[in-house]
C-alpha cells in the first residue's frame, strides 16, 4: 500500500509607508497565500479490501489561494488637551480553491500507484469555489486630557456571495471611556493606580453561509445542480434552491466594563460584561412543492443571543531583585440561546423545527436506531444534549442486563423518537472557561506554568456505549470490563452522559538563564 500527503506553503507580506507630512501616514499593504495538498491512498491488489478489485487508489489534489490588499490613511494631531486621530482606507480580498479527485481500480504492477498502471476508471471530480470581497472603512478616536475617551468606526462590505443587488453591509460601532483616576478626587489615593470604566455598541456583519450538511456555500443566489450521465444523456437535478434575498446576518453589540489597577499595578482587575444579538439568521427553511421547486430555501429569519462576563485578574504578590511571582488568570461565564426561527418572507410564515437533531451516533450496531445526541431547540442553548433518561440497568432472565428507560410522558409506551421520551440533559458548550498562566523567578532560575480549564458543560461517551455493548461481541471489539457489565443495549440515553468539567496543565518550563561574561556573547 502507499500512502502519501504532499503540502506546499507559500507566503508573501509587504508593505510601503509614507509620512507625507507631521501626523499624516499613508500605508499600503499587500499579502499573498498559497497552500497546495497533493494526496495518493493506494491499495494493493493481492490483500485487503482492494484485492477483489484487484487494486485501487485514489488522487486529490486542492489549491488554494488568497490575496489582500490595503490602502489606509491616518493622521493624528493634539491641540491643547484635545487629541485625536482618524483613519479612512479601502481592502480588497480574493480567494479561489481548486479541487480535483480521481478514483481508479484494477492496477497491473503491484506497488505502483500511479493510474498508467490501472486500467478501470471508477470516479473523476473537480470543482472551483470563489470568494471575493471590497471593503471601506474609517475610524475616528478623540481623547481629552488622557481621562474622556470616544472612538466611531464605520465600515461598508461588498461580498460575492450575495445576489448584486444585495452584497453591500454597513456596520458601525461606539465607544466611550473614562479614566476616573485623571480626576482630581482620585488623583491622591495612592493605592490606586487606574481605573477606567468604558462602554461600546455597534454592528457585525456574518456572510459565512452553510448549506443543509454544514458546509460552506459561495453562491447562495444561485441555483446549484448535479450533473450525470443517464445512458449518454445529460441528467440534470436541482441539490440547492438559490434566493437573491439573501443578505448579510447581522449583530448587534453591547459591551460594558472596568479596567482597575492597585498598589503600584500588582494588582489587577479586569471586567466586562457582553450581550450580542443576532438578527438576519441564514437559515434552511422547509418550503412546499409547488410553489417552490426545490423543498429547500435559505432565508435571512431567525435570531439569537449570547451573553456573559469576562474576568481578568493579575497578581504580583512577591516583587524583588531575585524572586518574582506572578499570577495570571481569565475567566468566562457565557451563555446563548436561540430565540426563533420563524418570522416572514415575501409575506409567507415560515418557520423551521423546534428541535432538530444537529449530532449523533454512527457506526457498528447503530443504524436504524434513534441514535441522536445533540439538537438545536428553540429557547435553549444551542448544542444541547436531548436524551431518553435512564433509570438504571434491568437484567434479563441470561444474565444480561439492558437499559431502564424511564417513560416522561408517562403515556405507557416507550419512544426513543425526537419528540418522544427525551429531555434536555445538559448542553455541550461550556458555561464557564479559564486561562491562568503562573510564573516563578528565582535570581536566574524561571519556572511558568499554563493551565487552561472549561466547566458546566456535558460530554457524552458514545465509546463507553458502543464498546460496552456484549452483543456486538464478537463481530467488534469491545472493552475489557464489558463482559462483566455483560450490557445487551446498545439505545441511546443519559446513562452515558459525563460531566464535562476539566482543569488542563497545557504546559510547564522549566529554565535557567545561564550568566555569561563576555564580550563576543551577550
Known amino acids: 500500500d502507499v500512502h502519501k500527503n504532499l503540502t506546499d506553503n507559500f507566503s508573501a507580506r509587504g508593505t510601503l509607508n509614507l509620512n507625507l507630512f507631521k501626523g499624516f501616514k499613508l500605508t499600503a499593504n499587500v499579502g499573498y497565500d498559497l497552500s497546495n495538498t497533493r494526496m495518493t491512498d493506494h491499495m494493493n491488489q493481492l490483500h485487503g479490501d482492494a484485492a477483489k478489485v484487484g487494486g485501487r487508489t485514489y488522487k486529490s489534489n486542492a489549491r488554494m489561494q488568497s490575496f489582500t490588499a490595503n490602502q489606509i490613511a491616518n493622521y493624528g494631531t493634539s491641540i491643547g488637551a484635545h487629541s485625536f486621530d482618524v483613519m479612512v482606507g479601502h481592502e480588497t480580498y480574493?480567494?479561489?480553491?481548486?479541487?480535483?479527485?480521481?478514483?481508479?481500480?484494477?492496477?497491473?504492477?503491484?506497488?505502483?500507484?500511479?493510474?498508467?498502471?490501472?486500467?478501470?476508471?471508477?470516479?473523476?471530480?473537480?470543482?472551483?469555489?470563489?470568494?471575493?470581497?471590497?471593503?471601506?472603512?474609517?475610524?475616528?478616536?478623540?481623547?481629552?486630557?488622557?481621562?474622556?475617551?470616544?472612538?466611531?468606526?464605520?465600515?461598508?462590505?461588498?461580498?460575492?456571495?450575495?445576489?448584486?443587488?444585495?452584497?453591500?453591509?454597513?456596520?458601525?460601532?461606539?465607544?466611550?471611556?473614562?479614566?476616573?483616576?485623571?480626576?482630581?478626587?482620585?488623583?491622591?489615593?495612592?493605592?490606586?493606580?487606574?481605573?477606567?470604566?468604558?462602554?461600546?455598541?455597534?454592528?457585525?456583519?456574518?456572510?459565512?453561509?452553510?448549506?443543509?450538511?454544514?458546509?460552506?456555500?459561495?453562491?447562495?443566489?444561485?441555483?446549484?445542480?448535479?450533473?450525470?450521465?443517464?445512458?449518454?444523456?445529460?441528467?440534470?437535478?436541482?441539490?440547492?434552491?438559490?434566493?437573491?434575498?439573501?443578505?448579510?446576518?447581522?449583530?448587534?453589540?453591547?459591551?460594558?466594563?472596568?479596567?482597575?489597577?492597585?498598589?503600584?499595578?500588582?494588582?489587577?482587575?479586569?471586567?466586562?460584561y457582553f450581550l450580542r444579538k443576532t438578527s438576519d439568521m441564514l437559515y434552511a427553511?422547509?418550503?412546499?412543492?409547488?410553489?417552490?421547486?426545490?423543498?429547500?430555501?435559505?432565508?435571512?429569519?431567525?435570531?439569537?443571543?449570547?451573553?456573559?462576563?469576562?474576568?481578568?485578574?493579575?497578581?504580583?504578590?512577591?516583587?524583588?531583585?531575585?524572586?518574582?511571582?506572578?499570577?495570571?488568570?481569565?475567566?468566562?461565564?457565557?451563555?446563548?440561546?436561540?430565540?426563533?426561527?420563524?418570522?416572514n418572507y415575501k409575506g409567507m410564515e415560515m418557520s423551521a423545527a423546534n428541535v432538530t437533531a444537529i449530532g449523533g451516533l454512527d457506526g457498528a450496531g447503530q443504524n436504524g436506531g434513534d441514535n441522536n445526541v445533540v439538537y438545536q431547540i428553540v429557547g435553549q442553548p444551542l448544542g444541547v444534549f436531548y436524551l431518553p433518561h435512564c433509570k438504571g440497568l434491568i437484567k434479563n432472565d441470561n444474565g444480561s442486563y439492558y437499559y431502564d428507560i424511564e417513560d416522561l410522558d408517562h403515556n405507557g409506551k416507550i419512544d426513543l423518537s425526537d419528540g418522544g421520551d427525551r429531555y434536555v440533559a445538559g448542553q455541550a458548550t461550556p458555561k464557564v472557561t479559564l486561562g491562568s498562566n503562573i510564573s516563578f523567578r528565582y535570581k536566574d532560575l524561571y519556572v511558568a506554568l499554563q493551565m487552561n480549564g472549561a466547566f458546566g458543560h456535558k460530554i457524552f461517551n458514545g465509546t463507553g456505549l458502543a464498546y460496552n455493548n456484549m452483543s456486538s461481541f464478537p463481530d467488534y471489539n469491545v472493552l475489557k470490563g464489558a463482559p462483566q457489565k455483560n450490557i445487551v443495549d446498545q439505545r441511546v440515553s443519559d446513562y452515558w452522559l459525563e460531566k464535562g468539567n476539566y482543569l488542563n496543565l497545557e504546559h510547564l518550563t522549566i529554565g535557567y538563564n545561564v550568566p555569561l561574561k563576555s564580550n563576543v556573547i551577550r
Open 94 to 272: 480574493s480567494f479561489i480553491y481548486n479541487y480535483d479527485f480521481t478514483h481508479k481500480y484494477k492496477f497491473y504492477t503491484l506497488g505502483n500507484p500511479e493510474f498508467s498502471n490501472a486500467i478501470t476508471m471508477a470516479d473523476m471530480n473537480s470543482y472551483t469555489n470563489e470568494h471575493s470581497m471590497e471593503s471601506y472603512f474609517c475610524r475616528l478616536n478623540y481623547d481629552y486630557n488622557d481621562k474622556y475617551y470616544f472612538s466611531a468606526s464605520l465600515r461598508t462590505d461588498s461580498s460575492s456571495k450575495f445576489h448584486p443587488d444585495h452584497r453591500r453591509g454597513t456596520f458601525w460601532s461606539v465607544g466611550a471611556s473614562w479614566r476616573m483616576t485623571q480626576e482630581e478626587w482620585l488623583k491622591d489615593v495612592e493605592w490606586l493606580n487606574d481605573l477606567k470604566v468604558k462602554a461600546s455598541y455597534g454592528t457585525q456583519g456574518n456572510d459565512g453561509i452553510l448549506d443543509i450538511n454544514g458546509d460552506l456555500v459561495y453562491q447562495p443566489y444561485m441555483k446549484q445542480y448535479s450533473i450525470s450521465n443517464n445512458n449518454g444523456q445529460f441528467s440534470v437535478v436541482e441539490t440547492y434552491r438559490g434566493n437573491k434575498d439573501l443578505t448579510w446576518e447581522k449583530s448587534k453589540n453591547l459591551n460594558i466594563g472596568i479596567e482597575s489597577a492597585f498598589f503600584d499595578h500588582r494588582l489587577k482587575f479586569d471586567m466586562e
Open 285 to 343: 427553511y422547509e418550503v412546499p412543492v409547488p410553489p417552490f421547486a426545490y423543498n429547500k430555501l435559505l432565508a435571512n429569519i431567525g435570531s439569537m443571543s449570547n451573553r456573559g462576563f469576562e474576568i481578568g485578574l493579575s497578581v504580583q504578590p512577591i516583587s524583588k531583585k531575585d524572586m518574582e511571582l506572578n499570577v495570571n488568570m481569565n475567566l468566562s461565564f457565557q451563555s446563548n440561546k436561540l430565540i426563533s426561527l420563524s418570522g
